[in-house]
Every structure is written in structure tokens, then in C-alpha cells.
């Protein structure tokens, strides 16, 4: 199958962090940064920053700069220049027509309604019936979806196995590529061979691993780390109102996302710069040592 995706050739360690600008950063998303950076400086890796902004009704405006920034403060330095899922659209639509041309995907009209009356798990009942695009989204064909993998730090992951087979959608109905299309194509266009990120997308990425084999492409290793979450069984994050990080303070909030991460950093630590104690961080980071736990409460 001929795409428009050059893969680089995997000989060495490219990690990225993608966040998306619905809000500023907390201490979740500090854990999976600071994860996915240690791991990528620690193997002598290049580590990128991409910002998902492919979904405008659940961004927040400045959201993007003051991720830039939080980062920044928390030493947290990119290698290569910024990539916005937005500047992307032309791949994604190209990537969708070879994928239509190659009968890999197909429209579908079916509502979250219908699906949930079901089950909740789509069972492919438009793969045959030729609807029209308007209306229409797009699914995959996904004949061979892989439910169980070797996860870097959970080790041994298994997903539902009807939900990894699923024919997922690439394009939705309101016009806006699909959050499974838009990863799996920026991974193999930047190239990245390493995914360090929380336990709440190990199945998505059961998901993704039965993307990259259609897209001829060479998966990444898949690492996932932890969520932090509340007394209350709330996951972190920007939907939940999580409080943001403060840039003008980051050691005490460094070093918890350290000892969060099993790297027992020693206390003297919260008194020095903050490259002193990234400098350390990369220098004793030991992915063996992440909890094997898919939460954790704060």
C-alpha cells in the first residue's frame, strides 16, 4: 500500500509529549511529561512536543503558549520545533483518500445512540451498504485488531477484545479528524519510536498498534505510567478541573511527580534549581522503578 508517510528509520530513540490546549497543565499531565522526557534523555533520545488543537469546541484560547511555557519552567526542553496537529490537515486528508482508494475504510451513519443500544461496541453494520459521505463518518477496516501487547512498563497488557477489533472512526460526522487518525499519522511522520503516557489510552493504543501494520509503518514501544487521581476515584485531568501547576514555584511539584514515578530523589533536591534536579532525574531514571499500577491515589 502506497501513503503519503515517510517513516524515518527507527535507529534511535524519538519521544514526543502531544498535549492538547483544552487547559493548562496539572500535576497529571507534569507525571506524564516529565515520564515521557527522563525516559527519552536518559537513553540519549531526542524528546518533541506536539500540541493536539484538532478539536476547536474543547479548546481553551492561550491554552497552547502557557503549555509552552509551563514546560519551559519546568526544564522540560524540546529538541525540534513545535508541531500543531492543526498545520496537519492536508496529510490527514491524504492519508484518508489512499486509505478509500485502497477499500481499508468506509463511510458509516450510525448514531452513539444505535451503538450504545447495541452495546456500546460497533459491529461494522454499515461496511457494506455504500452510504453517500454526506453524514457520514469514516471508519477503519479493522480485520486483525490487536487486543493484547507488551507494554514497556505495565508489561503484559490485555484490552477488550471486541472494542480493539472495532472498526474506529478516522473522520467524524461534524467535519473533524479523529483523535486515532491524527497520533497514529503524526507518529509515523515525526518519526517517534518510544510512547511514555498514562494508563487511561492502553486501549487506544491496542487500537493504534492495528493501525501502524495498515499504514506500513513500524509501531513505537508503548510505555504507560500511572494516573494520579483523586480520594474520590476522579482521574486528574483538564475536564475535571485538575488545578494548574505553578510556573513560579515548580521544585515542589517536581519533586512529587519524581517520587510519584518511583525515583526516590533525595530531599536535598527541593532546594536546588531546577536543571540541577532535571540533570539528576535523567541521570537516575530508572523505568523499572514506575509503580506496575494502573492508578494512584493522591
Known sequence: MTLPLKQRPLCQYRGRFAPS??????FGSLVAALASYLDAKHHQGSWLVRVEDIDPPREKAGASSEILKTLEAFGLHWDESVLYQS???ELYLDTLADLQNQKLSYYCQCTRAEIKAIGGIYQGHCRTLNHPKTNSAIRLINDHGIYR???LIQQQVQCNQALAQEDFILFRKDGLFAYQLAVVVDDIYQGI???IRGCDLLEPTARQLSFFPILNAVAPQYGHIPLAVTEQGYKLSKQNKAPAIDNQNPQPALMAALIFLGQKPPSALA???VDEIINWAIQNWQRQNIPQLAEIVL
Open 87 to 89: 498545520q496537519q490537515s
Open 193 to 195: 519510536s518510544h510512547v
Open 21 to 26: 490546549p483544552s487547559g493548562l497543565l496539572h
Open 149 to 151: 501487547y507488551q507494554d
Open 271 to 273: 532546594f536546588v534549581a
